[in-house]
């Protein structure tokens, strides 16, 4: 069974800064897209960013300008930077790991193995 943890989440007000870590097994993080998504109440899980191994990135709209996504492929360790984060950025927050390489590929792909999520709760 494949594990990956998070780590990293909690409560911070209006404007704080957090960052988020994802430590994943080598055998699927190497070579593949790993990817952030987050949950709130009521909502459906939707893409935060993405990366893949060679470093290029992608990220949601909503996210863009004020959310940084980074591996370390020496650690197998994923990480997201939030900075100016406001009450809407409030949810869980998942890891996940694709089964491909291809950054494009990954945004009509569904991962193929999760994070068990860390919250994330930004107060006004």
């Known amino acids: 069974q494949v594990q990956m943890v998070e780590s990293g989440g909690g409560l911070v007000q209006a404007g704080g800064s957090l960052r988020l870590s994802c430590a994943a097994p080598?055998?699927?993080?190497?070579?593949?897209?790993m990817g952030w998504y987050r949950q709130a109440p009521g909502k459906e899980r939707e893409l935060v960013a993405h990366i893949n191994s060679g470093g290029n990135t992608y990220y949601a709209d909503s996210v863009k300008g004020r959310f940084t996504i980074s591996r370390d492929n020496a650690k197998n360790t994923l990480y997201l930077r939030m900075n100016s984060l406001k009450p809407e950025d409030t949810a869980m927050y998942y890891c996940?790991?694709?089964?491909?390489?291809?950054?494009?590929?990954?945004?009509?792909?569904?991962?193929?193995?999760w994070g068990q999520g860390t919250q994330v709760t930004v107060s006004s």
């Open positions: 080598g055998s699927i993080f190497s070579n593949n897209v």
């Open positions: 996940a790991a694709f089964d491909i390489g291809r950054l494009l590929a990954a945004l009509t792909t569904r991962p193929r193995y």
